[in-house]
């Protein structure tokens, strides 16, 4: 069960677009999560991702509509693959998982040095995080009896 609950976890915040997604959530702190909610944390809307993404990035008008694009579409393919009962929770993983990086390399391609070199930290930061929840979800603190 552990075990399940662990995979079901990590492949919902994969979904959400990992180095996109978490900053967004933490600044929605105290407000009731929206409509369009995944494993209790509200999915990133591609408009939001992109403000986000200009914030911390200075993204120019004509890169914004670039991003926006990239992650509109990747946005529809996550929901494809979501819903297409076909596939195994494996192959499903790593669809979205081929995916992101496709969106990733895209993304990349419409930022210059220095904003590339700012969304890799942001990337990594992600996976720290990920792996920190990671490790705390597999060694509760004693005398928790999971």
């Given at each position: 069960?552990?075990?399940?609950?662990?995979?079901?976890?990590i492949g919902t915040l994969l979904a959400m677009g990992?180095?996109?997604?978490?900053?967004?959530?933490?600044?929605?702190?105290?407000?009731?999560?929206?409509?369009?909610?995944?494993?209790g944390r509200p999915r990133m809307d591609p408009n939001?991702?992109?403000?986000?993404?200009t914030k911390r990035l200075n993204l120019s008008d004509?890169?914004?509509?670039?991003?926006?694009?990239?992650?509109?579409?990747?946005?529809?393919?996550?929901?494809?693959?979501?819903?297409?009962?076909?596939?195994?929770?494996?192959?499903?993983?790593?669809?979205?998982?081929?995916?992101?990086?496709?969106?990733?390399?895209?993304?990349?391609?419409?930022?210059?040095?220095?904003?590339?070199?700012?969304?890799?930290?942001?990337?990594?930061?992600?996976?720290?995080?990920?792996?920190?929840?990671?490790?705390?979800?597999?060694?509760?603190?004693?005398?928790?009896?999971?």
């Amino acid at each position: 069960m552990k075990k399940q609950l662990c995979t079901i976890g990590i492949g919902t915040l994969l979904a959400m677009g990992l180095a996109i997604g978490a900053p967004v959530a933490q600044d929605n702190s105290g407000q009731a999560a929206p409509e369009g909610t995944h494993g209790g944390r509200p999915r990133m809307d591609p408009n939001r991702q992109v403000k986000m993404l200009t914030k911390r990035l200075n993204l120019s008008d004509d890169q914004q509509k670039q991003v926006l694009s990239v992650l509109t579409d990747r946005q529809q393919q996550f929901e494809n693959i979501r819903n297409d009962s076909s596939l195994s929770q494996q192959d499903r993983h790593a669809k979205m998982q081929s995916l992101r990086e496709e969106s990733d390399t895209k993304i990349k391609a419409v930022l210059n040095d220095d904003q590339k070199q700012k969304y890799d930290q942001m990337q990594q930061q992600m996976r720290e995080r990920m792996q920190q929840r990671r490790e705390q979800g597999d060694n509760p603190p004693a005398g928790s009896n999971k």
